[in-house]
């Protein structure tokens, strides 16, 4: 997690960390993480095109065993994979089960889409006409369509989510598709799987 010591200046903690090469999460802090203000427009209204904003809040403990927040910020590590679509991590974990005392800020780790070990929670916005990535993660993923709807293709055929539907992902290969008039915002948690044996063939990761 991020320093849990009283707070600095935003710009010199960011310097701090580049250098330390993580966010460091002190037990012993004295200091709750300054309240955020949501994002306006909410991640659910954000328009097409407009940058990814998203409120971030993660609990810690202090020295005592006393649970407090540890940080609370709208997400500065959004990135994109293709034209159309802006991901942020809210957190990950390296290992499972996961260490909860660990100082490491789950959301600073350099990471492929899933982690061969752990966990990865992702916050998605696909825009209309999201460019094409045809893909596979050796995970178990969870998602859940938050707003808007998505197409996902498979192999054969495909199948249309809309908001509050939910989704299985089992290491299949797969695009996620947006012929809608507005973005898909989803939220994503995979889960480190074991590779896939069929047929005598391993299907590795992909895309």
Not at 55 to 70: E, L, N, W
Request: glycine share 8%; aromatic share 4%; charged share 25%.
């Amino acid at each position: 997690m991020a320093d849990l010591k009283p707070r600095v200046d935003r710009r010199e903690f960011l310097q701090a960390s580049a250098v330390a090469g993580l966010a460091v999460v002190a037990s012993s802090a004295t200091e709750i993480a300054d309240a955020q203000e949501s994002p306006d427009p909410p991640i659910l209204n954000q328009p097409a095109g407009a940058p990814l904003r998203l409120r971030r809040v993660v609990t810690g403990h202090r020295a005592d065993g006393q649970s407090f927040v540890a940080i609370d910020e709208i997400s500065d590590n959004v990135n994109s994979r293709r034209e159309g679509m802006q991901a942020a991590v809210v957190w990950s974990a390296g290992e499972s089960p996961a260490d909860n005392m660990s100082r490491e800020d789950g959301a600073s780790r350099t990471l492929a889409t899933s982690d061969d070990n752990g966990t990865v929670f992702r916050i998605v916005k696909y825009d209309p006409g999201v460019a094409p990535r045809n893909h596979r993660t050796q995970s178990l993923d969870y998602a859940v369509v938050m707003s808007g709807e998505i197409t996902m293709g498979l192999d054969e055929g495909e199948v249309t989510l809309r908001q509050g539907d939910v989704l299985v992902q089992r290491g299949t290969i797969h695009d996620w598709i947006n012929n809608g008039s507005v973005p898909c915002v989803v939220a994503f948690i995979l889960c480190a799987a074991k590779p896939l044996e069929i047929d005598g063939r391993t299907l590795g990761p992909t895309g």
